[in-house]
């Protein structure tokens, strides 16, 4: 299991433990977590699971891929740190990821 954090545009914090290889995106909707909705279900295809990776993680989540920066042009007030999160599969790596949602779905 590995630890996810997710930080609502409010500040309300959710710790969520998530199996690893599954998305940041699954364990949001899992939980309940307010503000992605992830219409496409994870295809890669809606930007509604759009969230800002912590400054500290984003080395270790990695770039993300053309088919992903693409979609992202459809996310509403991008940041250099903004990611799909149905394409950051959790690793044990990632235990502590922290990311915070954008006000747009709160
Ligand atoms: S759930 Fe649709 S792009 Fe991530």
């Known amino acids: 299991m590995t630890k996810l954090i997710y930080i609502a545009f409010d500040g309300t914090r959710f710790e969520i433990d998530a199996q ?11 939980n309940a977590v307010p503000g992605i ?5 994870g295809a890669c295809a809606c930007a509604t699971c759009h969230v800002y990776v912590d400054e500290e993680w ?3 989540t990695g770039s993300p891929e053309a088919m992903e ?4 042009d459809f996310a509403s007030d991008l940041r250099p740190n903004s ?11 990632l235990d502590g990821l922290t990311v915070h949602l954008p006000e747009s779905q709160g």
């Open 20 to 30: 690893d290889g599954s998305t940041v995106m699954e364990n949001a909707v899992k």
């Open 37 to 41: 909705e992830a219409e496409c279900g």
């Open 58 to 60: 984003v080395e270790k």
């Open 69 to 72: 920066e693409d979609m992202l």
């Open 83 to 93: 990611r799909l999160s149905c394409q950051i599969r959790v690793t044990p790596e």
